[in-house]
């Protein structure tokens, strides 16, 4: 199976429904489930300090070093 690694808070904004689109700097040919991984690393202080951006996040926890959702890759463009 295969994982892509998010920063915080954009991984959990894919599992709750409110980022549907990842932009990459490479293309894949992989089409099919996938495992949402959030990273270890710490979200930046400027980030935080993006209320709109945390309050898109509404309360929700965040994770760390966690898969914490699995989907389906259905295209690149």
């Known amino acids: 199976m ?3 690694s998010l920063t915080e808070p954009y991984a959990t ?3 709750l429904g409110k980022k ?3 932009t990459r700097s490479f293309k894949t040919n992989y089409r099919g489930e ?4 959030a990273s270890s690393t710490k979200v930046p202080k400027e980030w ?3 209320k709109e951006l ?3 996040v509404d309360g929700n ?3 760390f070093s966690y898969i914490i959702l699995k989907c ?3 295209d690149c463009v």
């Open 54 to 56: 945390m309050r898109v």
């Open 20 to 22: 549907k689109i990842e």
């Open 48 to 50: 935080k300090n993006n």
């Open 34 to 37: 996938l495992y949402i991984h």
């Open 13 to 15: 904004l894919i599992k």
């Open 2 to 4: 295969k994982a892509l």
């Open 61 to 63: 926890d965040l994770n």
């Open 72 to 74: 389906k890759l259905v």
